[in-house]
């Protein structure tokens, strides 16, 4: 499976973004997908993840109430939407996937985008 991250820019405190990964190959439904973020100097850590169906969801709690995790699953493509953009969301957002259930550990996750960046600028 590849992943290709697209969608991070330059955006103003309390603005919004929707970063999209799409994938190639096939059986993408059987993949559980995650995004992660890594900020200059910190550790990589989790975003949000989403089951293959859909219908599970789980988000970090810096983020529960802003971010939206979806996937079109006939385009083969997982989304994140950030809203209320705070300077603090600042970095390279990754996603990942994963066979079997939704994820929050980085380990878990076997195939990896390349990551795009999100600046948030007060």
């Known amino acids: 499976v590849q992943l290709q991250a697209s969608g991070g820019g330059l955006v103003q405190v309390g603005g919004s973004l929707r970063l999209s990964c799409a994938t190639s190959?096939?059986?993408?439904?059987?993949?559980?997908m995650g995004w992660f973020r890594q900020a200059p100097g910190k550790e990589r850590e989790f975003v949000a993840t989403i089951s293959g169906s859909g219908f599970t969801e789980s988000y970090a709690a810096s983020v529960k109430g802003r971010a939206t995790v979806a996937r079109d699953n006939a385009k083969s493509t997982a989304y994140l939407q950030m809203n209320s953009l705070r300077p603090e969301d600042t970095a390279v957002y990754y996603c990942a996937a994963k066979t079997g259930a939704v994820g929050i550990e980085a380990y878990e996750f076997d195939y990896w985008g390349q990551g795009t960046l999100v600046t948030v600028s007060s």
């Open positions: 190959g096939r059986s993408f439904s059987s993949y559980s």
